[in-house]
């Protein structure tokens, strides 16, 4: 189901004034986190990560924050190699400021393709959407 469809049939209103903008914000930044795990680049990805950053990868990793959860992800985003990253959320649901999106991520590498469980929370900021809890589970 495409986001827009998604959000406007959950209520969801983005930031302060719930504009199909902020809407429209929140689609791109998804895009964009997905898309930096693609040819080991990791481009665009810093911006979209907040301060307060907790990131919780599957075992048998460790969660970690701030500064060291940021250099975990982009590290992460540097070594994968592959050729399609995407995040497609399930369900978004309003948390005060923040939003809480779950869904499936999906990986390809050559012609084998990979899922995983994902939760974000996003928090809006001056410059766009930010996340500041990512979790997921082992890829299959």
Not at 76 to 102: C, M, N, Y
Request: hydrophobic share 40%; proline share 6%.
């Amino acid at each position: 189901m495409p986001a827009g469809l998604l959000l406007a049939g959950i209520g969801f209103a983005c930031g302060p004034g719930g504009s199909a903008a902020d809407e429209s914000g929140l689609e791109r930044a998804r895009v964009e986190l997905g898309a930096s795990f693609v040819g080991g680049g990791a481009g665009g990805l810093e911006p979209l990560l907040h301060e307060d950053l907790i990131v919780q990868p599957p075992e048998p990793d460790s969660a970690v924050r701030q500064e060291a959860a940021a250099s975990y992800i982009v590290r992460l985003a540097r070594e994968t190699r592959v050729g399609h990253s995407e995040l497609v959320p399930t369900t978004i649901a309003r948390e005060g400021d923040f939003l809480l999106e779950q869904g499936s991520w999906f990986l390809e590498s050559a012609s084998r393709r990979y899922r995983s469980r994902y939760t974000i929370r996003w928090r809006p900021s001056p410059s766009g959407w930010q996340v500041v809890l990512w979790r997921w589970t082992s890829f299959r």
